[in-house]
């Protein structure tokens, strides 16, 4: 059980690391912000229905200042030394005549429902999609447009290169024209 405890403590933590860093993204801040409250509420939710060890803050589990999961071992001993069976039950959650999934949902069941929102139509995820989508949408047109102004901006190069080639040539045969004038004179009036 202290192995289980310990390694949902790290998963989550991955899990909320993820979260935030996906948040920093431009325009998806508010919807992480969403998912990451759903998260948070998790540990003083009701997870049986024991009347002391219920919540993951009963067993140990807390959020520090950053919202990271920590476990306070010695709770967790307590809680064990306490009653083990309701310590586990949290995470595989007894199904009887009175325990139920909504009298006990265990972490499982609040996960799932957590998971079935974000993925909702209009759900964090769904809404995420969508504005993804439409930002990629928007930065493709954004895309084409420089793509056309380039292909434009190099034709009117091309365009002017190609005139200055043409003046360049008129000019170097009027130069070698000059020259020859001048070659001429020279030996007319050297003679």
Known sequence: I??????FVSVYNQ????IVEAGKMSGIGSTMRELEADLNAMVNKMLTSHPTINTLSAIGVSTNKDGILVLDQRKLDAALASDADAVEQIFNPRRDGTHNAVTDPGISGVLDAIRDKAVAPNGALERMKTMLESRQKTLNEQLEKIETRETAYRARLEKQYSGLDSKLAAFKAT??????????WNNQYSN
Do not use: A, F, P, W
Not at 2 to 7: A, I, K, L, S, Y
Not at 175 to 184: G, K, R
């Open 2 to 7: 202290r192995q289980t405890v310990g390694d």
């Open 15 to 18: 899990l909320k690391k993820s």
């Open 175 to 184: 130069q070698s024209y000059l020259e020859q004038q001048i070659e001429i």
